[in-house]
Structures are given as C-alpha cells and as structure tokens.
C-alpha cells in the first residue's frame, strides 16, 4: 500500500512539474524601458553580420509591418549578465513563451497583444529563475514567431524575399516568475530590479538588416552557359 501511494505522489509531483505555469505581467511595455529601432547599414549580428552596435542610422520603427515575441530558457547560472545568443542556433535553444506584441505609431514603442496582468507561461516554474530576452522582425518574415524563425533559418525563402527584411534582439533580463494565482506577475520590462529578479531595460533596440542571398555573378554566369547549352543541343538535334 506504501509504495502505491509512494508511486503515486511522485506522478504527481512529475505531471505537476510538467504542467507548471509561471506568471508574469504582460500588460504594459513602457517606451522608458523599450524603443525599437531599425538599423538599415548593418546586418544581423545573428545572421554573420557584424558586432551588435547601439543606437540606429535608419529610424524608428513605422506604424505597421513589425512584431515581437518573448523567449525564455531555463539555464540561469545565478549570472546578472546572461549571455545573449550570436547565433541563430544559440538562439534555438530558447523556448516561446507564447506572448508577443505589435510596434505603435509612436517613435518605435510597442504593445503586448493578448494583454493580461497575469500571463501564464507553461513550463516557466514558479519560483525559478529564467533568462528572458524579446526578438523583433519585419512582417515579410512572418506574423507569428514560428514562421520568422523558420523564415531566418531557410536560405531559399530568404533568397526569394525581394524586398529588406530585419530582424533584432533586446538585452538579456532575468526573473522569478510568481504562482499562477498571483496577479500581477513577475515585470517583464523596467528600469530598474524588481524582487523578481532584471527587467528588459533594452532603449534603442536595433532590428538589424537580414542577409538576402542573392546568386554570385560566376553562378549566374554558369547558369547561362548551361542554358545556352541546352539550346544548341535541341537545335542540333
């Protein structure tokens, strides 16, 4: 009979574990603590571009064409510096929280859509401690996180976009998430720590200019070579 309820609590436990569900306020992005901005002379660090720089030479971002979504990744090594990915493999390895957000017409601020006080993230535990970081891209990757990153990682729909595409990530924050009955939940954005841990404090976030692969003159050359080919051959035939 122990070990049937032993067993049983520890199912539990795991199901629980698994089914866990953070809670973070979601409701407010104050443009004191997040502007987003287009760098229209650099490419994406992410995509073999240069170091990031801040600040932008090309604006702020435009009244429409741009989303966000937040990510997170459970690795928190007790660092207050998380280590930003440089790599959209690196960048893999963070998980969606399923919360993102539209840009306004103001001077690159942006809105949380879905706004709730209390946003639950499934497998976000309770009580520890997550890296969170916020992604930015241009329309013509995609509406939604899922096609932007599958978008960034398909060299063949970059090739075809025909039109810039951009793309960006803020600073690396920290937090606690709090219970799912607690309203609010942990800040996601601020100027200063909270008691959950290091808001995104990231003004002037770059969406930096994406790589569009374009053929080399020799492939280009080569192609009309094998065309030319191709119609000799039926001519002669």
């Known amino acids: 009979m122990k070990k049937i309820v032993l067993t049983s609590i520890c199912t539990l ?43 932008a030479t090309g604006g702020v971002v435009g009244s429409s064409g741009f989303y966000f979504e937040l ?10 510096n998380g280590v930003a990915p440089t790599t959209l493999t690196a960048l893999g390895t963070w998980s969606d929280t399923g919360l993102g957000a539209t840009n306004t017409g103001s001077a690159g601020r942006i809105f949380p859509e879905a706004a709730n006080n209390g946003a639950t993230i499934n497998g976000m535990n309770p009580g520890t401690t997550n890296y969170i970081e916020l992604v930015g891209w241009s329309a013509n990757l995609g509406t939604n996180w899922s096609q932007a ?30 219970s799912s009955s607690t309203t609010p939940g942990a800040a996601v954005f601020g100027t200063a720590a909270t008691a959950q841990g290091l808001p995104i404090y990231s003004l ?16 280009m050359a080569l192609a009309a070579i094998g065309g030319a080919s191709l119609l000799l051959f039926r001519r002669r035939k």
Do not use: C, K, M, R
């Open 71 to 80: 990510l997170y990744t459970g690795s928190y090594n007790g660092s207050t």
């Open 204 to 219: 002037l976030t770059p969406l930096y200019l994406v790589p569009t692969v374009t053929p080399e003159p020799g492939t």
């Open 149 to 178: 990153d599958s978008h960034l990682n398909n060299s063949s729909y970059l090739a075809g976009l025909g039109t810039q595409a951009f793309f960006g990530i803020s600073n690396i924050g920290y937090i606690t998430p709090l």
């Open 13 to 55: 436990a795991v199901a629980g574990a698994a089914l866990a569900q953070g809670n973070v306020n979601w409701s407010t992005i104050s443009f004191t603590s997040f502007t987003a901005v287009t760098n229209s002379t650099t490419y994406s660090p992410l995509l073999g571009g240069g170091p990031a720089v801040g600040g």
